[in-house]
């Protein structure tokens, strides 16, 4: 599979870092309470973090060197 552009890996990454964690805070903030939503967000930064990393160090998206 062929990496996207540098500026689209960005992007791609910058939304797995913020929307993954806000998006099950707010969504364990509603259903479950101010305790409850905190702790999904914080799962939820460990996921997105896991995720980047692999992308960045496996996937080798950290690699500008094949960009034009």
């Known amino acids: 599979m062929k990496k996207p552009p540098l500026t689209e890996r960005l992007i791609i990454l910058g939304?797995?870092?913020t929307?993954?964690?806000?998006?099950?805070t707010q969504?364990?903030?509603y259903y479950f309470g101010r305790e409850?939503?905190?702790?999904?967000?914080?799962v939820g930064g460990?996921?997105?973090v896991t995720v980047a990393a692999y992308l960045m160090y496996q996937m080798g998206w950290r690699d500008a060197d094949d960009d034009e």
């Open 27 to 29: 969504i364990g903030w």
């Open 36 to 42: 409850a939503g905190m702790n999904f967000g914080m």
């Open 46 to 48: 460990v996921i997105a």
């Open 19 to 24: 929307v993954i964690p806000i998006g099950s």
């Open 15 to 17: 939304l797995i870092l």
